[in-house]
């Protein structure tokens, strides 16, 4: 199956200071890629959707101020959570689907995740 | 909006076959999928069955879709230490990716 790369994949950062997620897609473009939220021992919560050179569509209840979406090529994804407190410690995945031929066209491959520790 | 409700744990010997029973409450879901998360790690598809059949089979995985009843199970024969994860089944709308999670079942298999 097509490969993504999610980075870093564990951040701690100081209260206040804004983090940044990289999600690529290495072997396919993405023209959609979600980001989701897991809490410990919970389900993955998706948080916003992106498609490359448009606005991202956030969930409700989901700030979109905060936690800033950005989709500017076929391969990239970034999220960023801008002041960070302790309680968006979490752990951030994200997904891909695009046009990978070796996949189900339904098929969205995930990241491995970056856990956020907000200090 | 879409539910999806999984049981928390299921604990299993190695070697007998593993259930993990999910539910959801929209009809129009077309595609269900089961993941598997490993401790720290992100998601890997397992496999998926779309709304118009009954059952899959893959190797030692099986599933069953009983649309009627909005019912889904993964089947994992003859299961091993190494299948000890969190599972996920997902369902989706449409074609796209866009997938609600049920809450995971953590999968226990002792020697």
């Known amino acids: 199956g097509a490969v993504v790369s999610q980075h870093p994949s564990w951040v701690i950062c100081k209260s206040g200071t804004s983090v940044k997620i990289e999600c690529r897609s290495l072997d396919f473009q993405a023209t959609t890629m979600f980001w989701y939220r897991q809490f410990p021992k919970q389900s993955l919560m998706l948080m916003a959707t992106?498609?490359?050179?448009?606005?991202?569509?956030?969930e409700q209840g989901v700030e979109k101020d905060k936690f800033l979406i950005n989709h500017a090529s076929l391969t990239l994804s970034t999220l960023t959570v801008t002041s960070a407190h302790p309680e968006d410690s979490s752990f951030y995945i994200c997904s891909a689907s695009g046009n990978d031929p070796g996949a189900m066209n339904t098929e969205a491959f995930f990241g491995q995740g970056t856990r956020l520790t907000v200090v | 909006g879409e539910d999806v409700e999984q049981s928390l744990f299921l604990s299993v010997r190695e070697g007998d076959s593993s259930v993990i029973n999910c539910t959801y409450t929209?009809?129009?879901?077309?595609?269900l999928y089961w993941y598997k998360q490993e401790p720290g790690a992100g998601l890997q598809l397992l496999t998926y069955?779309?709304?118009?059949?009954d059952m899959k089979q893959d190797q030692r995985l099986t599933v069953l879709l009983n649309k009627k009843d909005k019912h889904l199970s993964l089947r994992i024969a003859d299961t091993q230490t190494g299948d000890s994860a969190i599972y996920f089944c997902?369902?989706?709308?449409?074609?796209?990716?866009?997938?609600?999670f049920g809450q995971g079942t953590e999968l226990s298999v002792k020697p």
């Open positions: 997902a369902v989706a709308y449409n074609q796209g990716g866009k997938l609600i």
């Open positions: 929209d009809s129009s879901s077309t595609y």
């Open positions: 992106s498609n490359e050179g448009s606005k991202a569509t956030y």
């Open positions: 069955i779309f709304s118009n059949m």
